[in-house]
């Protein structure tokens, strides 16, 4: 069964700083990935994704992510955080829906981030 | 424009009673999904659909059923028989099984 771990609770950074967000995954295929943003009390906003191709993803709002299959990981980073980047991010494994399966995605427990002036 | 809409945002619901929760989308996605959740336990799969007159239960779908009599509704019912339905609920869609799932603005229920 596919699974996301996503190691930090809670991250703490000063506006400015740069972020990395981890996320590991387990799958036994090449896995679809999803970075997705939530802030409090609203859904989820889908920051990047990667599918296939170049491991290097970039996505909305400054943020990119690197695919390393040897590490099962799939880590978000932002070189400069912005105070309006504070708010829940989830990373995300889907898998193939082909055949008689479906695109279901297995998301990880969320990484709340605070960002201090 | 073109989303996902969930109404009510919030829904409050005495013990024993049903309620049943929107979702629209005008996206013209052909699957739609529904997710609970909880502090700290991420996004939990209740019910998808895939195509119209068609649903499948997710990972957590006892107490709950839905229909999707048409292809941009997917009402979720929470019934008595959920025994801890406070919670924040997600709806999505996609274009396809594959495609990326996009995320309505949630409905928080309380249970008093």
């Known amino acids: 069964a596919q699974s996301v771990t996503q190691p930090d609770i809670h991250i703490t950074v000063s506006e400015g700083a740069s972020l990395e967000l981890r996320c590991n995954y387990s799958?036994?295929?090449?896995?679809?990935l999803f970075w997705y943003v939530q802030s409090p009390g609203q859904g989820l906003q889908l920051l990047l994704k990667?599918?296939?191709?170049?491991?290097l993803v970039q996505g909305i709002k400054g943020f990119e992510a690197e695919f390393k299959r040897s590490q099962s990981s799939f880590n978000l980073r932002k070189p400069s955080v912005h105070w309006s980047d504070a708010a829940e991010y989830f990373c995300a494994v889907g898998r193939n829906a082909g055949g008689t399966s479906y695109g279901k995605l297995t998301f990880g427990q969320g990484t709340i981030l605070t960002v201090h002036p | 424009d073109g989303g996902i809409t969930q109404s009510p945002k919030y829904l409050f619901r005495k013990e024993g009673q049903n309620v049943t929760l929107s979702c629209e989308q005008n996206?013209?996605?052909?699957?739609m999904y529904w997710y609970r959740q909880d502090p700290g336990q991420g996004l939990r799969l209740i019910y998808y659909?895939?195509?119209?007159?068609?649903?499948q239960k997710g990972d957590i779908a006892e107490g709950y059923s839905v229909s999707r009599e048409k292809k941009e509704s997917f009402p979720l019912t929470v019934t008595s028989a959920q025994k801890n339905p406070t919670a924040f609920y997600l709806c999505?869609?996609?274009?396809?099984?594959?495609?990326?799932?996009?995320f309505g603005p949630g409905t928080r229920l309380t249970v008093l």
């Open positions: 999505a869609s996609s274009m396809s099984r594959t495609d990326t799932q996009y």
């Open positions: 996206l013209n996605h052909d699957a």
């Open positions: 659909s895939q195509i119209v007159n068609d649903f």
């Open positions: 990667y599918f296939s191709g170049d491991t």
């Open positions: 799958y036994g295929a090449t896995p679809y």
